[in-house]
């Protein structure tokens, strides 16, 4: 049932695992090619995924994963998978009680020491048919907790004996280089050349992202590419596709909220505000006048779209000087403040395709509603504002 702007908002979860991942396809090549051995003899295997929040990397090993699954019971074999969080389970027998859950859900969470966890888990595989991908999510958090051991224990537990041989692979998954971090008896059975590394996204492939999960998640008509582009250049100083995915769905919240048929501009700023408050009272307290009265006219220009050229900013600062009593400033002094209050965060200054720099630049403000920010600068200016 749709709901506002939403068709199925369940496709903007964390937890959703799109059948298509826009820019990680080299990624899951890459997985496919180290892999393959499993399926094709039986083999056990390990890789290390290495990458920012945000940059897609357990999302794709849930999807190699549930491919590798299914390509292996075309052929007649079993190959099964689970993932452990270790941020949420950041000690050994948490660790080692969520791997159980997988095999007994009714398994008692107390009462039983690392060691005796760790022959629970040793009879649930040898008992097994098939093969088993244990993913360990965040696992530069469970070594930081000293639990090393754990890593070492699973990686050699196919060696153990005959019944165990090759029925287990492990993909370790960390924002930073986690065999640094291993012990040498654990390091020795991972391979550096096994690390896949993961890029923060660019603004062009986080809009890519945003679109899919749009026209997935969004009712048609609903947003618009301006929309788009406005989330994508919003998280794109951290190439963080979590952090857009939340900006899109907030945005349709506060769309929502309004009682609107379609996402705006306006909607996204307020989510990102909400979500990423940059931008403080105190900040714009400490604005001069000169520049509150710059912001208010790119304030008031931007209510309605994502970016605005420096001239209609001018043209509006010389109105908002009319209209405060104040002398408008010459044009070179107007570009300074510009750049001052773009490098405190308040405005973005970016090069308009195909022009020169000067007059064609262009703005927008990324961390607050305009409508906000208009409103707190009138009253503050009609109070008399800070003198220049």
Avoid at 221 to 226: F, I, L, N, R, V
Avoid at 229 to 241: F, L, P, R
Avoid at 314 to 333: I, L, N, S
Wanted: glycine share 6%.
């Amino acid at each position: 049932m749709s709901q506002g702007v939403f068709k199925d908002i369940s496709k903007l979860s964390f937890d959703y695992v799109p059948e298509k991942l826009p820019h990680r396809e080299r990624q899951l090549h890459r997985l496919e090619m180290l892999f393959s051995p499993v399926i094709d003899n039986n083999y056990s295997q390990n890789a290390v995924l290495v990458g920012s929040v945000g940059t897609g990397k357990t999302v794709t090993s849930k999807r190699f994963c549930t491919e590798l699954a299914l390509r292996a019971g075309r052929q007649g074999k079993l190959i099964e998978w689970t993932i452990v969080n270790c941020r949420q389970r950041n000690s050994e027998t948490a660790t080692l009680l969520k791997l159980i859950n997988y095999f007994d859900q009714n398994f008692p969470d107390r009462g039983f020491s690392a060691q005796e966890l760790r022959r629970v888990l040793r009879k649930h595989i040898e008992k097994r048919q098939g093969h088993i991908i244990f993913i360990i999510d965040e696992a530069d958090a469970l070594l930081r907790a000293n639990a090393g051991d754990l890593i070492y224990f699973l990686s050699r537990l196919s060696e153990e004996s005959d019944s165990l041989r090759n029925k287990l692979s492990i993909i370790l998954i960390s924002q930073r280089h986690v065999l640094d971090m291993l012990d040498p008896a654990a390091l020795s059975t991972f391979k550096r050349s096994n690390i896949i590394e993961f890029t923060k996204y660019t603004t062009e492939e986080l809009y890519d992202i945003l679109m899919a999960r749009a026209e997935m998640a969004l009712v048609a008509g609903s947003y618009s590419d301006e929309v788009i582009e406005a989330i994508a250049e919003a998280a794109s100083e951290w190439g963080d596709a979590r952090f857009a995915i939340e900006l899109l769905e907030k945005s349709g919240m506060l769309a929502n909220e309004r009682g609107a048929s379609s996402i705006s501009v306006e909607d996204v700023r307020g989510a990102k505000a909400a979500t990423y408050a940059y931008v403080t009272e105190e900040k714009i307290l400490g604005l001069s006048k000169e520049q509150m009265l710059i912001m208010l006219s790119a304030a008031r220009v931007l209510r309605n779209k994502a970016f605005a050229e420096t001239a209609e900013i001018e043209k509006g600062y010389r109105v908002a000087c009319e209209e405060f009593d104040e002398k408008p400033r010459a044009r070179t002094q107007f570009y300074a403040h510009i750049k001052e209050l773009a490098g405190l965060g308040l405005l973005e200054i970016r090069q308009k395709k195909g022009s020169v720099a000067g007059m064609a630049n262009i703005i927008t403000m990324p961390d607050v509603p305009a409508d906000v920010m208009v409103s707190q600068l009138e009253k503050i200016l009609e109070k008399g504002g800070n003198e220049v």
